[in-house]
């Protein structure tokens, strides 16, 4: 059973930055993909960004440009940085895991993830 953790949401005023963190404990974490999802109110949950067990990374094209994400696997964390935040970037940002896929896969579906964490909540100010 693996256990995720997101840290590092908060509020931010517009162009700031952010750096969310998704700890994971249990499982064999080095194994498996993680990803970055968010959900924002009346919204359906987005993919953001994911991170393959061999170090791939996928970041969305309306994000490309501002977030990043990497992996340290020896502290058993995923990192999402987040620069020059939008408002429209407010959500609940959630981390998940993904321990069936191969090495190289990043899925952007949420139903192929089969581990979540509860959720960060990151808000912008305009």
């Known amino acids: 059973q693996v256990q995720l953790v997101e840290s590092g949401g908060g509020l931010v005023q517009a162009g700031g930055s952010l750096r969310l963190s998704c700890a994971a404990s249990?499982?064999?974490?080095?194994?498996?993909?993680v990803g970055w999802f968010r959900q924002a109110p009346g919204k359906e949950r987005q993919f953001v960004a994911g991170i393959s067990s061999n170090g791939r990374t996928n970041v969305a094209d309306s994000v490309k440009a501002r977030f990043s994400i990497s992996r340290n696997n020896a502290k058993n964390t995923v990192y999402l940085q987040m620069n020059s935040l939008k408002p429209e970037d407010t959500a609940v940002y959630y981390c998940a895991a993904d321990s069936v896929s191969p090495g190289y896969y990043i899925p952007i579906i949420s139903r192929e993830y089969d581990y979540w964490g509860q959720g960060t909540q990151v808000t912008v100010s305009s």
């Open positions: 249990g499982g064999t974490f080095t194994r498996y993909a």
